[in-house]
């Protein structure tokens, strides 16, 4: 009971705090909201999503947020049949997706919430430093029987590799395959892998041929334990950072995360609050959900998004 | 028949019985490796369930909703309330019409009638139909479609409600068939009715079967996942349902999210979810047991 009003009064001293400095589109704090959010979409997008309701809901407790993890596409199709109000997205929505919502009546806007990077990432004992999207390929694709970085550059190690990679059912792993090995979903056989992106950079780091791609942050975490490999897109050598993943130069393993909500659904105070309170604290949220967070430039353009969304609301 | 061939045949036939014992022996052996090796599997898997899950099995597990921000204050209220509820109303949906058809079907139907063959066989289907099916039934004719109620308490009630209805339907017929021919003719041949005879004779009887039937059945229905994430429950909403409009989660959808984030906190934390789940089991199943125990019937 104790701990639950510490944490009230501090969500309070907070909120206080963020309507003082920001006091920007419509915070509404101070009124008492309820009613239900539903939110779904891709799985990379829900835990941003998650801590988003949570601190959403530590001054407005009213509201009732369920958020889902369809995938993308998954969640699309929900949102443009009307059942849900928010969708998450690695990606813009496809034509044939948007056609199924205009058929619905479904009008939205997407707003951008955080920022997405793959990491490629190597034993310090590998030596390896910048390799190219095509020599990525050549190690990732289908049917690859590499074992050793010397096969695709002499000028590499000899030691065997040992790969790691994330599961089938991580949205990092269809992002990974659709860009480098150029089709959602191909992937070489032989590698371990694992849902537990934690799991990746032990194994990583816990043997000399160690070599795998994992979400940024987590490599970043790991410090100096693993070799964060840069990507070379034909424009030179570029290393994930958060500055290359927040403008795109981090090509092609970096991607912005999307949030589509639909007018109908921001005419709503409890969804347009939601939203505000969202962009607002969007760096923060992105850190819980262990993503790059947006450059003041994208937080402004999201604002402008949200405006723009709230003025067509019906 | 001389003395050579008698102790020839008597060897012969101790030698059979040898090789009778022997054969016994061995497949006696056989059957206690495939039960140690199930039993290894299971003791091998609760305990591996126990040593991640048990650290955070705490009051607070039951008082919090899932946390993002703080991972190591989660807890599984709104998946437990969930679960609780929905068992209720899968419960509340499929004992009375479970029941009802088991009575009308062993009780009333005349027997030579196709349509009453064509329930029965389509009754005895329906229970070997994987539960995912169940969920895409859910999915187009509950959350959507002609019901569209949406993804909501109600909706999970009823699917799950369909799910188990042809189990309860099979254990009731059971325990109905069970129930000797004798005293419903001694009740009718006293001047009962057929409706007095089959409410305070029959059924009475064959409470115990019933009830133990519908339990069981109901602790199917509270592992399930598949038709609960096809017909779209919340992933760890951080509020329980009001009410039977309401987004709703359950155990098992919580374990399943859980064990898929990268946080390792969180795959823990479905180890001790896993734990309040096998609880949970084990008390009904319990219950089963006491209410069969203190009901059955000898006849």
């Known amino acids: 009971m104790k701990k639950g009003l510490i944490s009230i009064a501090t969500a309070l001293v907070l909120a206080a705090g963020v309507s003082a400095c920001g006091g920007s589109s419509g915070s509404t704090s101070a009124e008492s909201l309820s009613g239900s959010i539903r939110v779904d979409g891709s799985s990379t997008v829900f835990p941003f999503a998650q801590a988003a309701a949570e601190s959403f809901n530590q001054d407005q407790a009213n509201v009732k947020i369920a958020v889902g993890e369809s995938g993308t596409g998954g969640g699309f199709a929900k949102f443009c049949a009307g059942e849900t109000d928010i969708s998450g997205a690695s990606r813009e929505i496809k034509p044939e997706e948007a056609a199924v919502c205009e058929k619905n009546g479904i ?10 990077g793959i990491a490629i990432a190597a034993n310090p004992a590998l030596g390896v430093d910048c390799l190219t999207t095509a020599q990525l390929k050549q190690i990732w694709n289908k049917g690859s029987s590499i074992n050793s970085l010397s096969q695709i550059d002499p000028k590499l190690s000899t030691t065997k590799l040992s790969l790691f990679g994330p599961g089938t059912d991580s949205g990092t792993f269809d992002f990974f395959t659709e860009k480098i090995n150029g089709e959602k979903g191909a992937t070489r056989e032989k590698y371990a892998a694992s849902e537990d992106d934690n799991t990746l950079v032990t194994g990583v780091q816990g043997d000399k041929g160690g070599f795998g791609y994992f979400g940024y942050s987590y490599a970043a975490a790991a410090g100096d334990k693993i070799t964060i490999v840069g990507v070379d897109n034909g424009k030179g050598c570029i290393k994930p950072s958060v500055a290359t993943v927040q403008d795109g130069s981090y090509a092609p393993l970096s991607r912005p995360l999307f949030m589509y909500v639909s007018e109908k659904a921001i005419s709503r105070p409890e969804v347009k609050a939601f939203l505000a309170k969202t962009t607002d604290g969007s760096v923060s949220i992105a850190g819980s959900a262990k993503l790059v967070p947006m450059t003041d430039a994208q937080l402004a353009a999201a604002k402008t998004q949200l405006a723009t969304a709230e003025k ?3 | 028949m001389t003395g050579a061939q008698i102790a020839a045949n008597a060897l012969e036939g101790i030698r059979h019985g040898e090789r009778k014992r022997l054969a016994a022996q061995l ?17 091998a898997l609760i305990g591996q369930t126990a040593v991640k899950g ?10 919090n909703f899932p946390s993002r921000i703080n991972p190591s204050t989660s807890g599984a209220q709104s998946a437990i309330v969930g679960t609780v509820y929905l068992t209720l109303l899968t419960a509340v949906f499929v004992i009375p019409v479970g029941i009802a058809t088991a009575l009308y079907l062993e009780e009333y139907a005349d027997k030579t009638r196709w349509w009453n063959r064509l329930i029965e066989v389509n009754i005895q289907n329906l229970a ?7 969920g895409i039934l859910g999915l187009a004719f509950i ?6 109620i949406g993804p909501v308490l109600l909706a999970g009630g009823l699917t799950l409600g369909l799910l188990v209805l042809p189990v309860v339907i099979i254990v009731a017929r059971e325990s109905i068939r069970a129930v000797p021919p004798s005293i419903r003719d001694g009740a009718l041949a006293l001047g009962a009715t057929k409706w007095q005879t089959v409410s305070r004779q029959v059924l009475p009887s064959a ?8 339990i069981l059945s109901l602790s199917r229905a509270i592992g399930e996942t598949a038709p609960l994430l096809v017909i779209g429950a919340a992933s760890s909403p951080r509020f329980n349902p009001s009410g039977l409009n309401d987004a709703f989660t359950a155990l098992p959808i919580q374990i399943f999210t859980w064990t898929q984030d990268p946080n ?5 934390q479905a180890a001790t979810a896993s734990i309040v789940l096998l609880l949970i089991l084990l008390g009904m199943n319990g219950i089963a047991i006491v209410l069969r125990n203190r009901y059955e019937q000898r006849w």
């Open chain 1, 312 to 314: 067509n609301a019906k």
């Open chain 2, 54 to 63: 048990l650290p955070g099995l705490s009051l607070q597990f039951f008082t």
């Open chain 2, 128 to 134: 070997a139909v994987p539960s995912v099916v169940y």
């Open chain 2, 143 to 148: 959350v959507r479609g002609p019901l569209g």
């Open chain 2, 264 to 268: 390792p906190q969180f795959v823990d």
């Open chain 1, 107 to 116: 009008t939205y806007q997407s707003v951008q919430v955080a920022n997405d």
């Open chain 2, 207 to 214: 409470r115990a079967g019933i009830v133990t039937g519908v």
């Open chain 2, 27 to 43: 497949f006696n052996g056989f059957m206690y490796g495939a039960i140690g090796l199930a039993f290894l599997a299971l003791v």
